[in-house]
């Protein structure tokens, strides 16, 4: 069982369009980062949450914190083909200092 | 160096071999992370380091599995007897010093066991 679920497993999508990608927990986290990964390269970071309710922007890209700090989801507003990859979050539990994984969601944004 | 360092990128190894791959972090980082990656699946964690001590393994998925950071820098993780089901992306990254500074990945080591 996988601490951190993802949905969906699978997003194919046309340019323009938006889209929201949900990571969920029974467990608390002290931080949670989201991370894009593309074929053959290692996890690349977007952003890191940290405060509960946090709201964070990155351009085209929107990243919330749930309020009990169980959950997060990434908008992408005007979804582009370079857009395309793996989306990964992770989170660190509290008085943990490790870092777990979701299984991740796979974009496709078709021209 | 800038970056994350993974050696070697690929390697294909036959069923019962022994197997070490090596990841250079930044100077000067202090977490160390090594995770496992299926095809089309996310990293899975395997263990984790603070500078040269081990303080989480529970993710190595054997006794076949070892890795060391004697000098807290350079880390190695070694696969004894490799079986089929080794065959994945060994990703290491290194963090200054916890999540609140985000962690850096290398771009992985692809082991095929044939």
């Known amino acids: 069982t996988q601490l951190l679920e993802q949905s969906p497993q699978f997003l194919s999508i046309q340019e323009g369009e938006n889209l929201t990608v949900y990571c969920n927990s029974s467990?608390?986290?002290?931080?949670l980062q989201w991370y894009r990964q593309e074929p053959g390269e290692g996890p690349v970071l977007l952003v890191t949450?940290?405060?509960?309710?946090e709201v964070k922007k990155l351009k085209r890209l929107t990243f919330q914190f749930g309020d009990a700090r169980k959950d997060s989801s990434l908008h992408i507003t005007a979804a582009q083909p370079g857009d395309t990859g793996l989306y990964l979050c992770?989170?660190?539990?509290?008085?943990?200092?490790?870092?777990?994984f979701g299984a991740g969601t796979r974009l496709t944004v078709k021209p | 160096g800038a970056g994350v360092s993974q050696s070697p990128r690929y390697k294909v190894a036959k069923r019962g071999q022994d197997v070490a791959l090596r990841c250079d972090p930044i100077?000067?980082?202090?977490?160390l992370f090594w995770y496992q990656q299926a095809l089309g699946q996310g990293p899975e964690f395997l263990t984790y380091f603070q500078n040269e001590a081990q303080l989480d393994k529970s993710g190595l998925p054997s006794d076949r599995f070892f890795a060391e950071r004697p000098e807290g820098s350079v880390s190695t993780l070694k696969i004894q007897r490799t079986q089929q089901e080794d065959s994945a992306v060994y990703l290491c990254?290194?963090?200054?010093?916890?999540?609140?500074?985000?962690?850096?990945f290398g771009s992985g080591t692809r082991l095929t066991v044939v």
């Open positions: 949450v940290v405060t509960g309710g």
């Open positions: 990254a290194s963090s200054l010093r916890g999540l609140y500074y985000g962690y850096t």
């Open positions: 100077s000067g980082h202090v977490s």
């Open positions: 992770a989170g660190e539990k509290v008085r943990d200092n490790d870092m777990r």
């Open positions: 467990s608390v986290f002290s931080s």
